[in-house]
């Protein structure tokens, strides 16, 4: 089982930022693609963004422009910047590592947005 480690997620007031770090194990970081999905209570987990191993990124509508993936492959971490954040941003995060058959997802990491 591979795991991935989550940080960085808690409570912010709308318009503010917050940056989710995953560490993923070094044998598969460089292969695999990470990306960040969110579910919010009562709704299904979604995509929030993608990034594979050559640097290039996918992102769900609603957050481009907002949040930026990015990942540091000497670290074997991928980054969730997000900025610009409202309410309905609120939800738990989820760190995934994807390829072909394999799939695996961290613990979550709760992001809530409120005044």
């Known amino acids: 089982q591979v795991q991935l480690v989550e940080s960085g997620g808690g409570l912010v007031q709308p318009g503010g930022s917050l940056r989710l770090s995953c560490a993923a194990p070094g044998n598969i970081f460089s292969f695999y693609t990470m990306g960040w999905y969110r579910q919010a209570p009562g709704k299904q987990r979604e995509l929030v963004a993608a990034?594979?191993?050559?640097?290039?990124?996918n992102y769900a509508d609603s957050m481009k422009g907002r949040f930026t993936i990015s990942r540091d492959n000497a670290k074997n971490t991928v980054y969730l910047q997000m900025n610009s954040l409202k309410p309905e941003d609120t939800a738990v995060y989820y760190c995934n590592a994807k390829r072909g058959r394999y799939d695996f997802w961290g613990q979550g990491t709760q992001v809530t947005v409120s005044s």
């Open positions: 990034i594979i191993s050559t640097g290039s990124t």
